[in-house]
């Protein structure tokens, strides 16, 4: 009886791996500006990403690129080339009515500027955004957590510098957004309101996904994630201890930072 041999199950072909879906992606997001004949590189071949629920800051010198990131991001702006991705969703790939309401539901933008309604008090100021949003939280209760209980009921023009840009971040977290983005929120602030803001802001921001653009380094130790923006491109991302350890820009940086704390004021 010739010999046969038993035929072996076929080996299973196994699909190409999925690549690793992070909860903010950018992968080689660029944005150009036309100046005359020369076309300027805003940003230039942006990569990075952030899980959900970090704290992520961007740092780097006036003009390296950092509120372009921001506004596209944020779907204020749109990218010329590369893919913005928010928990799965193509942001870039967005038209301009899906973009509004990126902005409205899922985005929680606080600019230097408090843009309050001066004709409104400090609650009505921040319930204005039950309007636009899908799953409010509530106006008192936000008020309380930046520390506003007792001016809820006062007019703008009644509140210092400080206690309207606490209104704006509890309007902002009324809207119970999936991402927060800060820019440079507290920098024309002097350090000791910018403290309680920054309290405030902890307070409310715990577990939420976060991404700031620093203007003083004196608040971001803690950052999960800092990335180092310099000239439209992505110097080097880490934590405060990996950045001091190897990247130059961001050692003369915080050096910079020191100095100044040195002099007797805090950066």
């Known amino acids: 009886m ?8 076929a080996e299973a072909v196994s699909a190409p791996a999925a690549p690793p879906t992070h909860f903010v992606e950018l992968r080689d997001v660029c944005k150009y500006y ?3 004949t020369v076309r300027i590189s805003a940003a230039d071949h942006i990569n990075f990403y952030i899980e959900k629920g970090e704290f992520c800051v961007i740092v780097g010198p006036s003009g390296a690129g950092k509120t372009t990131v921001l506004n596209m991001l944020g779907g204020m702006d749109t990218c010329d080339e590369g893919t913005i991705l928010l928990d799965g969703e193509k942001v870039s790939g967005f038209d301009k009515k899906r973009l509004t309401t990126y902005r409205r ?8 500027f408090y843009n309050l309604v001066q004709n409104l008090t400090a609650r009505e100021n921040v319930e204005l955004a039950a309007e636009i949003c899908r799953d409010p939280l509530d106006a008192d209760t936000v008020l309380d957590e930046v520390g506003l209980a007792d001016r809820k009921n006062n007019f703008p023009a009644q509140l210092s510098g400080g ?3 606490r209104v704006s971040i509890a309007r902002i ?10 820019d440079e929120a507290t920098s024309a602030l002097d350090t000791a309101t910018e403290r309680k803001i920054q309290a405030a802001f902890d307070r409310l921001a715990r577990g939420r996904t976060t991404l700031v653009i620093a203007h003083r380094l004196s608040t971001i130790a803690d950052a999960d994630q800092i990335i180092v923006v310099n000239q439209g491109r992505i110097e080097a ?3 405060q201890d990996e950045l001091l350890a190897s990247c130059p820009l961001y ?3 915080w050096e910079a930072h020191i100095s100044v704390k040195d002099d007797g004021e805090v950066a």
Do not use: C, S, W
């Open 2 to 9: 010739p010999f046969h041999r038993r035929a072996q199950p």
């Open 34 to 36: 036309q100046m005359g």
């Open 105 to 112: 539901y899922d985005v929680g933008f606080v600019f230097q």
């Open 163 to 165: 206690e309207q840009q």
């Open 173 to 182: 977290f009324l809207k119970n957004p999936r991402i927060l983005i800060l």
């Open 237 to 239: 991302t880490g934590t």
């Open 251 to 253: 050692q003369a940086m």
